[in-house]
Every structure is written in C-alpha cells, then in structure tokens.
C-alpha cells in the first residue's frame, strides 16, 4: 500500500510562477524523501528531511516537514520548462526500512 | 561515476512466457531494490537486498517471481509465467545501505518497460 498521498494529482504552470506539491503520510516516519522523474525514465533524488527537521532548501527547491500534521511540502521556485516531470515523495517509516512511495504529482510548466 | 545499469530497457512477451530483468548497481552500493511502477503510480518496492541476503521480500509474490544476487553485486529479477497483469516498469534502485534502520537515499536505473501481450 502506498502511505503518501500527493495533492494536487497535476499541476500546470507558466515558467517563472512557483510549482507547490503537498504530501501527506499516515505513520510516523524516520525521514521523507522527494524524487522526480522524468517521462520514461528512473527517479532522481531530490532532497531527504528527517523527521527532527522542519524546512530544508537545496537551490530552487523548498522543502517543509510538520510532523504532528504528517505532511509535507515540496515548493520549486521561478519554474523552468525543464522542471516539467512527475515529482513523487517517499516516506521512510519508523517501523521499518523501507521507502513507501506516493502517486505523485505531474507538473507541467510551459514556456 | 556510472549509475545504475538495467538491461533490457524493453521487453515485449506472450502471456505464460518467462522473463528476465539485470540490474549493475552502483559500485560499493551494498543495498540494491527492485521496484515495480504501474502507469501513473509511485514504485512498490518487490525486494530488497543487503549485500547478498534478501532482506525485504514481503511484497514479492512468490509464485511466479524471483530474484537473486549472487556475491552482492548485480541482481536479476524472473517472472515464470508472466500474465497480462505484469505489464508495467520494472525500476532497479541501489544505495550505499541502511543506517540505524533509517533508509538513505536511493539511486534508480531507467527500468526495464515490461509489455505482456
């Protein structure tokens, strides 16, 4: 079963406007990871915040954690075409080591 | 540095046909995945390895999967027989290996496309 939920399912927008992603979880988790992928091709890491963490940033990328609301959110800053992909988050649950994938997120940004 | 390897990158077979999936993980990667995607869904993870032993292979179905990694490093995943529901991606994933319980980050291969006609 999948234990993250991504909203919204898409989202389309013109590049230079911010793209935000939520994910919520159901258990309590050691860490939570967001990945992308591009049509056709594996996922790419983008960021880990861990469970003691509340906000992380890596270039354009805004990531927030609120542990006693189970949800996160993944904000791209001054969006580019390239940014176009399927962005996914991935809960590490604390009961166990295993990655638990949503359904993730398709982001369109047109130019 | 060479990331995750999988051959082949697609597979067309008939239903009852047996299939295989290679992965090459990253070198000195001791924990190695496979994941299976369907269409417009996030990876479920199948199996997972450190080093040699299968660690997490609860959601394996065990019927008609396998898996192996023989001395620690490249993995193969068979399906015997493939039925029509089998179609999907077939994605390879490896990282350095679990600390402390907690999962680290994860490098996945292009996947292998799995048709079942």
């Known amino acids: 079963s999948q234990q993250g939920e991504e909203d919204p399912q898409a989202l389309s927008i013109q590049e230079g406007e911010n793209a935000t992603m939520n994910c919520s979880y159901k258990?309590?988790?050691?860490?939570l990871q967001w990945y992308r992928q591009n049509s056709g091709r594996g996922l790419v890491h983008l960021i880990l915040?861990?469970?003691?963490?509340r906000e992380k940033h890596s270039g354009r990328l805004r990531v927030t954690l609120d542990t006693s609301k189970k949800s996160s959110s993944l904000l791209i800053t001054a969006s580019r075409a390239a940014d176009t992909a399927s962005y996914f988050c991935?809960?590490?649950?604390?009961?166990?080591?295993?990655?638990?994938f949503g359904e993730g997120t398709q982001l369109t940004v047109n130019p | 540095e060479a990331g995750v390897v999988q051959s082949p990158r697609y597979k067309i077979i008939e239903k009852k046909q047996p299939v295989a999936f290679w992965c090459n993980p990253i070198?000195?990667?001791?924990?190695l995945y496979w994941y299976l995607q369907n269409l417009g869904q996030g990876p479920e993870l199948l199996i997972r390895y450190e080093n040699e032993e299968a660690v997490d292979d609860s959601q394996l179905p065990k019927d008609r999967f396998s898996a192996e990694r023989l001395k620690g490093v490249d993995s193969t995943l068979k399906i015997q027989p493939a039925e029509l529901g089998d179609s999907a991606v077939y994605l390879c994933?490896?990282?350095?290996?679990?600390?402390?319980?907690?999962?680290?980050?994860?490098?996945f291969g292009p996947g292998t496309r799995l048709t079942v006609l």
């Open positions: 070198s000195g990667h001791n924990t």
């Open positions: 915040i861990r469970s003691n963490e």
């Open positions: 991935a809960t590490d649950q604390a009961s166990g080591s295993r990655l638990t």
């Open positions: 258990t309590s988790i050691n860490n």
């Open positions: 994933a490896s990282s350095l290996g679990s600390v402390a319980g907690a999962t680290d980050t994860q490098y």
